[in-house]
């Protein structure tokens, strides 16, 4: 097997897997697997992907052991070092030099071979498999940093077509690590950095730009990297400003070559979510579900996603429909499924409840016991719900204030639904009559003022979606004067700090929006969900540009 029939035959396995035949994807590469690396890491990918779909502890133990074998695999084709070489590059790496083009591929699949077996490590519950993982990326980059150099250096290379495919790679590797990195909030990446990491986001999205434009085996790869950072990324760890249009263009071509493939219905969704266009999304959703049957983990992204689209109009028995799905059929995030499933319960009527047959309390009461580790730690989401439904477990349980609309925000929800302004005054109307029993109930427990500055927060969001600016700030004030009377949700006054310095941005006062946002970071320690705090101040400072820097940092104690 050569390396130019090697490609062109991983090509047609890509080709059947983006048109929902994912055994025969399987099928097509497994002959070769042992002998030809691209073979090798085609069906190692497939497995991973899988693997990272279910959760399942089989699927994870089949994707390491092919993976194992895929090392082993690229490991023949690589140029071989004696020991006195091996021991020089663990201090001091340069780039291989007079390689083959068969070892410069060999080199580019064990960056990512090597890269794959981390994102698995890190599923394992020890601080060992983190500590193997964090390896194992830094030796992928230091490849990928050696294969670029490569790339660079032989940009004149006789066979054209093998050379193209190789760029694509490097460009594939060295954008994505630039992208993630670059999304680390300062005082990580400057921990990064001192490791021999480096982070450029407009580096990141230009190489990714370039392989995903370059017609080379990983240019899908390249386009589905960005459109995950596009689709979700930015909306949950950012601003939750996304670029549609270039995902638009991203995908067209791929629209009109596998217009029933799952993955590329799905994306299309996502679009139509992210525009406002809830209607025409949840028709592409349910067309992702129906193009097939073979991979269920597919059906489970959309219904989550279909959950949220019903959950932005406020239509909860649809909501609770898929919400309900995902906790009986997913093993991604049972404590989040059941959490979902309670808080939209918990937004209809007691005796539509009944209907149903399902018993609220005792379903907030499962929540703590289905929480996952990653790495010894506890999801940060799943610690959230655990603690939002801890009241439950009390001999009288204390009922959330408006549950489904607190796990919107944490998703960045209301910046979609803002896209609706019937909607957003929708759910304004909820919130404002939740506010009303809150002021008129009669024996307010120890999280009455939690829960008021809670409905506070998400009534503000509203008011800024709608343009009522000096509504909205007087709500997000109104969270912070507040922030000595709560007593269990100690995120409310660092987020309502963010939201309130996107507030003067958008009304023009760029230094109050900086020291909002710097007070959030610097001043306030060990809330839930700190980490996706610090991701989407970073993004936000980012937008401010070179301004950001000219602004000192306030460090007065909170």
């Not at 994912?22 to 002998?35: I, N, R, V």
């Not at 294969?147 to 590797?173: K, P």
């Not at 999304?183 to 999205?205: C, I, N, T, W």
């Not at 600016?469 to 709500?475: D, G, H, I, R, S």
């Amino acid at each position: 097997m050569d390396l130019e029939t090697a490609l062109k035959q991983c090509s047609v396995a890509l080709n059947l897997f983006l048109n929902n035949r994912f055994t025969d994807a399987l099928a097509f590469l497994t002959p070769w697997k042992s002998q030809s690396m691209y073979h090798a890491v085609g069906y190692s990918s497939i497995l991973v992907m899988q693997a990272g779909m279910t959760f399942e502890p089989k699927d994870i133990d089949a994707a390491m052991t092919s993976l194992k074998e895929s090392q082993e695999t690229c490991q023949r084709f690589r140029k071989k070092t004696g020991i006195v070489e091996t021991l020089t590059n663990l201090w001091y790496r340069q780039p291989a030099d007079n390689l083959t083009e068969e070892q410069m591929h060999a080199e580019l699949c064990y960056a990512e071979v090597l890269l794959q077996k981390a994102v698995l490590t890190f599923l394992d519950e020890s601080i060992i498999s983190f500590i193997k993982g964090g390896m194992r990326i830094r030796n992928s980059y230091l490849i990928y940093k050696d294969c670029q150099a490569m790339a660079n250096a032989t940009r004149n290379m006789e066979n054209q077509s093998l050379h193209i495919h190789f760029r694509g790679g490097v460009n594939m590797g060295i954008g994505t690590f630039n992208l993630v990195l670059s999304l680390l909030p300062s005082r990580v990446l400057r921990l990064m950095e001192f490791l021999g990491f480096s982070g450029d986001r407009e580096m990141g999205l230009s190489e990714l730009r370039d392989g995903a434009a370059s017609n080379s085996l990983r240019s899908i790869l390249s386009t589905l990297t960005l459109l995950m950072f596009h689709l979700y990324i930015t909306v949950i760890l950012g601003t939750g400003e996304a670029n549609l249009s270039e995902a638009e263009a991203l995908l067209e071509p791929y629209i009109e070559k596998f217009p029933n493939g799952a993955l590329i219905l799905f994306y299309t969704a996502r679009i139509a979510l992210l525009k406002g266009n809830f209607k025409f999304a949840q028709e592409r959703f349910l067309a992702c579900i129906a193009a097939q049957e073979e991979w269920r983990q597919i059906h489970h992204l959309c219904y989550w996603e279909l959950m949220w689209t019903y959950s932005f109009e406020q239509n909860w028995r649809e909501a609770y429909r898929y919400a309900d799905l995902l906790s009986k059929e997913s093993k991604w995030s049972q404590a989040i499924y059941v959490f979902q499933k309670a808080a939209i319960l918990s937004m209809l009527p007691e005796e539509e409840v009944a209907k149903l047959g399902e018993n609220v309390v005792e379903l907030f009461r499962q929540v703590d016991g289905l929480r996952l580790r990653m790495a010894g730690k506890s999801i940060p989401t799943e610690k959230f719900a655990a603690k939002k439904a801890q009241r439950y477990s009390l001999s009288n349980p204390v009922k959330l204030v408006v549950p489904a609309l607190e796990m919107m925000y944490v998703w960045n929800g209301f910046n979609v639904v803002g896209k609706r302004p019937e909607l957003t005054k929708s759910i304004l109307a909820t919130l404002e009559k939740a506010e009303e029993q809150l002021r008129d109930d009669p024996n307010p427990s120890e999280y009455h003022g939690d829960d008021h500055c809670v409905v506070q927060l998400l009534k503000g969001l509203c008011l800024r979606q709608m343009g009522r600016q000096a509504e909205a700030e007087l709500c997000f004030n109104r969270v912070i004067s507040s922030e000595n009377d709560i007593k269990h949700d100690n995120y409310l006054v660092p987020y309502t700090m963010y939201e309130l310095g996107l507030l003067h941005k958008q009304k023009g006062d760029i230094n109050a929006a900086i020291a909002l946002l710097e007070n959030a970071k610097m001043n306030y320690r060990d809330y839930n969900m700190e980490s996706r705090l610090h991701f989407r101040i970073h993004a936000a400072l980012n937008t401010m540009g070179s301004f950001a820097a000219k602004v000192p940092p306030s460090r007065t104690p909170a």
